[in-house]
């Protein structure tokens, strides 16, 4: 079965520094990879998605992701941080069944970006 | 915009009273999911629709069933609710099936029970 660690709980940074998000899975199949965004009483947004091809992924609010398969981590970054991304950052990762299978997203337990100015 | 709505946003209960949360979707999609999230932790999926079928995760309590009456419309019902109930309930969609799909997600429902 899968599972995900998000290495950090929290993490606080000054406003205009970068930012890692720390992130590894497990699997004994193929996976996808996903990054989504919660801001406070709201739901999940899709920052980006690992599925196959380059390893560095693009998302949106300039956040990008490298999917690591002999460490089995996909770790997210931005090199300058807002104020406006302090929110909690979700990773998830679903394992490819194959065909129409189903496959269950499993999330990480989050790390709260605090962004200070 | 094409999008996932849930209503209502904030619902206050009653210890043991029936409970009904709704979404409803206008992406078309085939696969309606319900998350339940408790403070500070990842969300954990109760169910899922895929079109009609239902299919429900092991770990769900008996006490948490769900409807689906039409493509666009899923429903949530806690038949009793108890004070460890209380949570943030996300319903997502997704195209279908297929693992690499993404999931969208609604704004969340944050259930109170007295």
């Known amino acids: 079965a899968q599972s995900v660690t998000q290495l950090d709980s929290q993490v606080p940074v000054f406003e205009e520094a970068p930012v890692e998000l720390r992130c590894n899975y497990s699997s004994s199949v193929s996976v996808y990879l996903f990054w989504y965004v919660q801001y406070p009483n709201q739901g999940l947004q899709l920052l980006l998605k690992?599925?196959?091809?380059?390893?560095l992924v693009k998302g949106i609010n300039g956040f990008e992701a490298e999917f690591n398969k002999s460490q089995t981590s996909f770790h997210l970054r931005k090199p300058s941080v807002h104020i406006s991304d302090t929110a909690e950052y979700f990773c998830?990762?679903?394992?490819?069944?194959?065909?129409?299978?189903?496959?269950?997203?499993?999330f990480g337990q989050g790390t709260i970006l605090t962004v200070h100015p | 915009d094409a999008m996932v709505i849930q209503n209502p946003r904030y619902q206050v209960t009653q210890f043991g009273k029936p409970v009904t949360l709704s979404c409803s979707q206008t992406?078309?999609?085939?696969?309606m999911y319900w998350y339940q999230q408790k403070s500070s932790q990842a969300p954990k999926l109760l169910f899922h629709y895929y079109d009609k079928d239902f299919n429900n995760e092991a770990d769900t309590p008996d006490n948490f069933q769900s409807r689906r009456p039409n493509t666009s419309f899923c429903f949530l019902d806690i038949r009793s609710p108890g004070l460890g109930d209380a949570a943030m309930y996300l319903c997502a969609t997704s195209r279908d099936q297929r693992a690499y799909n993404e999931q969208f997600f609604g704004p969340g429902t944050r259930l109170t029970v007295l």
């Open positions: 690992y599925l196959s091809g380059s390893t």
């Open positions: 998830a990762v679903r394992e490819d069944a194959g065909g129409t299978s189903y496959g269950k997203l499993t």
């Open positions: 992406l078309n999609h085939n696969v």
